[in-house]
Structures are given as C-alpha cells and as structure tokens.
C-alpha cells in the first residue's frame, strides 16, 4: 500500500483582526496526499487557499491562530508546533514553500548563492558555505541551469532562470511536502503549467516526495496534478481525481468554476461559459447555510439555514451539498443539452 505522505484532519484556522473580528479563513479541512502523487486546490481569490498553505507548513504569527485539527507528515504530527521548532525541525525538509508569486519576490539586490544559504541555514546553521554550493550544483543541474547563475543577482536573470532558481531552492532539503501556491503571475497560465510540469519531474527524481499546487484556476490543473480539491469560503466543496474534476464535476461551485473561464487548451475548453455571479463571501460573517448559496443557481430554499457536511459518494471522491449527485448530474446534462 503506498505511504501516506500528508494528512490533515479537520483543521481550523483563524485570523483576529485589529477589530477582535474572528476570520475562519480554513474551516474543518481534512485531506491526504500518497507518497509520490500531487494534489491541486482551486478556488477563486479570498477563498482560503493560502491560508490553507501558511496553516500546513505552522506559519502562526498574528494575526493567524491555529484552533484544532492535525497535520501528520510521513507520521509525525507537527499540529501546534512553536513557530520556532518549525522553522528548525519542519520548514525545508518535511514541508517547503513556494510563495505566491515567488518568482517576482527575490530580493534584486542579494546574490542568489546568498539566498540559498538562508534557507539552507535555517534548518541546519553549522553547514559550511561550500557545502550549500555543492547542495545548490546539483539542484542546478537537475533543473537545467548555469552554475553561473549562483553568483548573479536576481535582476541579471531572465524570468525563465528566477522559476528554475525557485524550483531549486524550494527542493534542495528533498522536501517530504512541497506546497507551491500560485507561483508564477497570475495571468500568465502557460509559466503556470511549465512550473508544475518542472515540480512533477523533481518528484520524479525524487527530490520531493509529494506536492501540493494551488492557483485560481480550475481548468490548468487538469492533467497536471492527480487530484483536485475545491475551496470556497474556508471550506473544501469537491475533491475527485483531475479527470473527474475538470470533466464531471459535481458540487455546484466546481462546475462554475469550470464553466466560468475559459482555456484555450486541449479537452478543457467549456461547450459553454456560465459566470458564477456575485464573489466569495466575507468570512468575518459567512452565510449561516451553504456558503454557496447566494451564488448557486441550484439552491433549494433550505440551503441559506442548513450547513451540510462534505461526504464520500464514490471512491476517491466526496462533495459537500444538500442535492443527491444523481439529481445534480440529470440537472446538468439538461443544462448541456
Ligand atoms: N491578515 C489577515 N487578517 C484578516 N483576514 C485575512 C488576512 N489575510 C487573509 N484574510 C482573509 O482570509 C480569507 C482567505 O484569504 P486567502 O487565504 O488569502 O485566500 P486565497 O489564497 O484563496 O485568495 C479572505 O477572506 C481574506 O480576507
Ligand atoms: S447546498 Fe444548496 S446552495 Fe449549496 S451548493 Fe448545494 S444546491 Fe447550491
Ligand atoms: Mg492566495
């Protein structure tokens, strides 16, 4: 049976405002990633994906709080960790961190061999500096990049170069987690799709041991990682494998994901575009029901007073909605019709 690599079980996090107003940006989410396979979490912006990501690899500094739940990492649970025991004993080598945007976000001005020391440093302090450029050679190599460019700065790289020097870095510790939220910028799906294909061949190698990527975009995930969640408002809505969740999604939200936008890709372009009106709910004060209901075109007049939990209806998949798969899908192949 193949070793689980992450899982979490219901865990909850929140943000207290300046104002003592509680934000649950990651409400009761639960999941599990196997060895050797990748999971993508779609949503759309404010929906909690990376406060999902800050909240697995222990980054509680205010205003975010962990409440309750498990992180286990190849068996060992790091839930309510001190920031400071993270930073040695988790960051780098059981979970590492691609930032959003973390392309844009080298410092210009250091050299990259510097910024390799730091994350080198911070889990293993007393490694001499010709031991970090050997580390950093080899990942260089692996993701086809000059040696050169350890000693440049991040302004003397092309765009292309600073998504290699990242790749390497985040993978130099051979991470059990790597968890990439929205790497490359956030209109630009093609450096998206070419980042996740890089990450996919340094899990080959085995230089990551399993992966997490997040973007806003439902459709680039489709054959590019194993599984897809959706987030909406603090909570997972839908999780399936890619096929089955770009081709036949169920929950309401996923669909309007799909359906919503459109790429110009090879089998993901929706046969036809439905906006999903309105935007994500504010979560100091989320709907009492279905988060989705203000926005779903299915709600029944229950949904804005019950809340429904999310539940298994095939193997590898569940959904979190009051209406029964079976009706969902005889409502959407009218709607396709
Ligand atoms: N520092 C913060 N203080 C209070 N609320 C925050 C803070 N950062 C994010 N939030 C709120 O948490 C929710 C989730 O945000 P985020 O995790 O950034 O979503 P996503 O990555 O999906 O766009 C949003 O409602 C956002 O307003
Ligand atoms: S529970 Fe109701 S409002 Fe929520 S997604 Fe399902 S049909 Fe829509
Ligand atoms: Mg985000």
Do not use: W
């Amino acid at each position: 049976m193949a070793k689980t690599m992450l899982e979490v079980r219901e865990l909850t996090t929140k943000y207290v405002t300046r104002f003592r107003e509680d934000v649950y940006a990651v409400d009761h989410v639960s999941l599990k990633i196997e060895e050797g396979k990748s999971l993508g979490i779609a949503g759309e912006s404010g929906c909690g994906k990376s406060t999902l990501a800050l909240s697995l690899m222990g980054y509680y500094f205010p205003p975010l709080h962990y409440m309750s739940g498990d992180i286990i990492v190849d068996g060992k649970n790091i839930s309510g960790m001190k920031p400071d025991d993270v930073r040695k004993n988790v960051l780098g080598t059981d979970i590492a961190y691609i930032p959003q945007a973390a392309m844009n976000a080298l410092n210009p001005t250091r050299k990259i061999s510097a910024f390799i020391e730091d994350v080198v440093r911070a889990h293993d302090p007393g490694r001499s500096r010709q031991d970090i450029r050997d580390m950093a050679r080899k990942r260089f190599e692996e993701v086809h990049l000059p040696q050169e460019a350890l000693d440049k700065h991040a302004v003397e790289l092309s765009g292309g170069m600073k998504q290699r020097v990242v790749i390497a870095v985040s993978t130099i510790l051979s991470p059990k987690v790597l968890i990439a939220d929205e790497p490359s910028s956030a209109l630009d799906v093609t450096s998206q799709k070419v980042v996740i294909r890089m990450l996919k061949e340094m899990m080959e190698k085995g230089f990551i041991k399993s992966m997490i990527f997040i973007t806003h975009e439902l459709p680039l995930l489709y054959n590019v990682t194993d599984d897809i969640m959706v987030m909406y408002a603090g909570q997972i809505v839908e999780r399936g494998s890619s096929k089955e969740m770009v081709f036949d999604p169920v929950h309401p939200y996923s669909r309007g994901l799909m359906r919503s936008i459109l790429v110009p890709e090879d089998g993901t372009r929706a046969n036809k575009l439905i906006a999903i009106p309105g935007t994500p709910p504010n979560l100091k004060k989320p709907p009492a029901g279905c988060r989705f209901a203000p926005r779903c075109r299915y709600a029944m007049p229950q949904c804005q007073y019950n809340a429904y939990p999310i539940s298994d209806f095939a193997p590898g998949r569940s959904y979190r909605c009051a209406q029964s798969v079976e009706h969902l899908k005889e409502v959407y192949a009218r709607e396709d019709e």
